[in-house]
């Protein structure tokens, strides 16, 4: 929203603790209770992606590569490449630790980390030479993109990936982002 301009309200709703889940609070708004989540119109709309390309829509297609023009199908597949395929071997690779390591179910842990490996080879290829994913502006490929860098980030999986992580710096440098943070507070565990 920071990188749209655009005017917004936040409503705060904590994870549990323990757990790390959503709790009741979230539950009540949606039968998953799944962040992001934004209301539209009177309902709760999730899936970052959707989220993503909806408030571009609604803010005159700002943040996007939109219908008819150059690039629509590279930046719609990055977009959707994020959480559509990094997200879930990265978040098992960043929850395998937390349940008692993956160590013990070997193929298991060979598939996730050549999984992650894979993926953040091809972002790092890809980033090569370029500032943003899609053409020559940040878009909302790039937002959806940057919290899952900043989670591999933190357990040190960009380290030998210099292209995704000087992208993931730019990103994290910009005002908009910046702004973000001192409203919301961190994306990503601190410390
Ligand atoms: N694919 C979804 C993933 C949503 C998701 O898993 N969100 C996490 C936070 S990053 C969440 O709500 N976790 C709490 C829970 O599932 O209880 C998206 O892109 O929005």
Redesign the pocket.
Known sequence: MEELGADYKIVEHH?DAQTN??QEDMFALHPI????AIEVDGRIM????AIIEYLCEINDGKLAINAGEKDRSAYLEWLHFA?GTV?MPMLMALLGPRFGGLDKLPLMKGFIDGEVSKLLDYIDGHMEGREFLVGGEITGADINMEYLLELGNLVGLLNERPNAKAYLQRLMARDAYEKAIEIGGPLTPTG
């Open positions: 994870r889940r959503s209770a799944k962040a992001p999730i899936e970052s992606g959480e997200a």
